[in-house]
């Protein structure tokens, strides 16, 4: 957290907690199953379903700021080296010193994009790729991530309270 301080002058908090997650309870907490899900979303039955087993594989790591914990999946040795996943914790990490920093930068895009602006930085001192290529994530991608659209129409937004999802 301090490397972050250092690029952004956040102070740096006490750590969040880190949660190891299989990708099936990683769904259930992004599609929050607690509570009903909008059609557009899958079901609480299709995340348990075998079905659905696998069509969440890109979710890496979530940060729950209400909980202040962070929740990173457990198989990622299987897919990326050492550095690319202390590269996904940076993320989530970036995202714990925004919120209690209070930083304000006006709509979630913003947010998304100073963490992977910081984490491709940090990935590109550690000798990787960048972070669009060492993530296979693609511009599309990333602008709809980025944008600051109107979101009225999700009723469930609540300020106090984001999940970042690391793609």
């Not at 992004?30 to 890109?58: A, E, M, Q, V, W």
């Not at 060492?134 to 979101?151: E, I, K, R, V």
Request: proline letters at 3%.
């Amino acid at each position: 957290m301090i490397w972050i301080s250092t690029m952004t002058g956040y102070i740096v908090p006490d750590p969040p907690k880190v949660v190891y997650k299989t990708e099936s309870e990683l769904a259930h907490i992004l599609y929050n199953c607690k509570k009903p899900t909008k059609i557009t979303k899958p079901t609480c039955d299709d995340i348990k379903s075998d079905k659905y087993k696998g069509k969440h594989h890109r979710t890496l790591a979530i940060y729950n700021n209400v909980l202040q914990q962070i929740y990173i999946r457990k198989d990622l040795e299987k897919s990326y080296n050492k550095v690319i996943m202390q590269s996904v914790l940076l993320h989530e990490l970036i995202h714990h010193m925004q919120y209690k920093n209070k930083v304000d930068l006006g709509c979630l895009g913003k947010y998304e994009k100073e963490a992977y602006n910081l984490q491709n930085i940090w990935l590109l001192k550690q000798g990787e790729k960048n972070i669009m290529k060492t993530l296979d994530l693609n511009s599309l991608y990333l602008m709809m991530l980025f944008s600051c659209g109107d979101y009225n129409y999700l009723n469930s937004f609540d300020n106090r309270r984001f999940f970042s999802e690391i793609h």
